[in-house]
């Protein structure tokens, strides 16, 4: 019974420092998450909990390897001996995983706190904004639990003090309206804060994701066929132009796209509409894994040579579109790259030669020693012989921050302004009334204009799905968008087969259902 009850109290993500004491079993749930009271527990202090909660799910490489892993836009592959890990990446990227997948259950538990994080700072009298900030934090981590595994787990009332009451299970219908009546209850308390302090819940982050819950609506309700309603569509045209309305925010200048990754992008960013703080010294989480997790093990910093991109996705560039790659000028480079005036290609996609930023020759690959660091576009999902350190293009979309040691500054970015104006024109594409096909062409082309590319002549499904990957790749939003777009089923590099339509929402984790008689398993797993 005692093993039972602490494996569900680990599996659900509950096993957080400081909760329990190390006496007896009755005695293990007494401190400060149930004895305080709203008069000696800062809910201020709890709020912040709650924020960090969703560094790991975001920052790590739990939800981003759902989302993007599994898709045509990135591929962990087994490098010889080097990331095999029992085969975990290459069953999301070929679309073969079960039940017991790591990165399932990880992303599992680490939402389930994220949420439990938030709901618990209301049991302490926060203030009206101190509460709608929590319970926007709640409805992120529903959604994208919802977006992940088709429900959402949630603790409330009575399971919220005692443990021995297993979560709630909302379904998707139970979770959309869930998101939608928080986020309209709470929407008036949130400040209305621009790019400088996106990582404080805001008024125009809740509307974004009001935006994505009614665009997504149909596909949450049924994958392999989703229907778009024109009143949610209109509900997503009407949110988007409040948010234009607010004069927040603006697409990135021409030669600024990277000022949204930047180690200072909450002082340089036009765009940035949530955000998860990185502050060296005080909080964060791991932004430097987007390049340690793609960097040569030569490259400066040196690091594990692992994930890169396919080549018919990074084709979908043209060769002068500033999101493909570019030498971005930033002060946190104290590289000789910048202060010698190199200028080597620092963000985007890595390809070609590679150079050393502090000799400005050419790199060389390590085994063997005497061969060229050159990224080809060529990578299979298992990689061994000449290529095993050259094989895949690698993109980089935070610069990195050389100027402190530990924590880097890059606040990591969860909503910008163009994924708005691109869900504004997918809306009106999809039959809502708000706009016209020439408003959406426009707003398409006022981000690939700042982007050094030439207009479109007309838009269609087909290239505004590939407009929303060149926008936003990397960012945790492909595995979504191809569902929406009935697409992520198709074969893509490195997956050759159609993929069943169970894949189109991920297993429920095996050890959550061993420990939560609410939880049923997803059809076919």
């Known amino acids: ?230 009143a949610d569509m209109n509900q997503v045209i009407t949110l988007a132009k409040e948010i234009t309305a607010s004069g927040l925010y603006h697409v990135s200048a021409p030669g600024k796209y990277f000022d949204n990754f930047a180690p200072d992008n909450d002082a340089k960013s036009t765009e940035n509409i949530y955000t998860l703080l990185n502050k060296n010294g005080e909080r964060g989480g791991s932004v430097d894994r987007t390049w340690n997790t793609i960097a040569h093990y030569n490259m400066l910093p040196g690091g594990w040579n692992g994930w890169c991109t396919l080549s018919d996705y990074y084709d979908k560039f043209e060769e002068d579109d500033e999101r493909r790659g570019i030498y971005y000028n930033y002060e946190a480079d104290t590289t000789s790259n910048r202060t010698k005036g190199y200028k080597r290609q620092n963000v985007g996609f890595f390809a070609g030669q590679q150079y050393n930023w502090v000799t400005n020759q050419p790199l060389m690959a390590r085994n063997p020693a005497n061969e060229p660091l050159v990224f080809t576009g060529e990578v299979t999902i298992r990689t061994s012989g000449a290529t095993l350190e050259t094989a895949g293009i690698r993109p980089m979309k935070y610069a990195f921050d050389y100027s402190v040691t530990g924590q880097r500054n890059n606040d990591w970015v969860v909503y910008r302004y163009s994924d708005v104006l691109l869900m504004q024109a997918e809306a009106i594409l999809r039959g809502g009334t708000g706009g016209t096909e020439a408003e959406a062409l426009e707003l398409v082309n006022s981000i690939r204009a700042n982007r050094g590319v030439a207009d479109f002549t007309s838009l269609t499904p087909d290239n505004l799905l590939d407009e929303r990957g060149r926008e936003l790749y990397w960012e945790g939003w492909r595995r979504e968008d191809l569902i929406r777009f009935g697409k992520f089923l198709q074969p893509f590099q490195e997956k050759p087969q159609t993929s069943d339509a169970k894949y189109l929402v991920f297993a429920i984790p095996s050890q959550q259902i061993a420990v939560n008689p609410n939880l049923a398993q997803n059809p076919g797993y």
């Open 1 to 230: 019974m005692k093993s039972n009850f602490l494996l569900y109290l680990l599996t659900s993500g509950l096993l957080m420092s400081g909760l329990f004491s190390c006496t007896k079993l009755n005695e293990e749930f007494k401190g400060e998450l149930q004895e305080g009271t709203s008069s000696n527990v800062d809910p201020a202090g709890l709020l912040v909990t709650a924020y960090t909660s969703l560094n790991t799910p975001y920052q790590q490489d739990q939800k981003w390897v759902l989302q993007e892993v599994s898709t045509d836009a990135a591929i962990a592959p087994t490098r010889g001996g080097d990331w095999d890990d029992n085969g975990i990446y290459r069953a999301i990227h070929q679309h073969a995983w079960n039940a017991d997948n790591g990165f399932m259950n990880s992303t599992f538990v680490s939402l389930g706190t994220a949420i439990y994080n938030a709901t618990n700072v209301l049991k302490f009298s926060p203030s009206a904004q101190q509460s709608a900030e929590a319970r926007f934090i709640r409805a992120i981590a529903i959604f994208d639990m919802l977006d992940i595994y088709g429900i959402a787990s949630i603790r409330e009332g009575d399971a919220l003090e005692d443990f021995r009451i297993a979560p709630k299970i909302l379904q998707p219908q139970e979770a959309i309206d869930y998101i939608v009546n928080e986020l309209n209850e709470i929407i008036n308390d949130l400040p209305e804060n621009g790019p400088a302090t996106a990582y404080v819940a805001n008024r125009n982050a809740a509307k974004v994701l009001l935006m994505k819950t009614y665009l997504n609506k149909g596909a949450f309700l049924n994958r392999q066929t989703p229907s778009f309603e024109a």
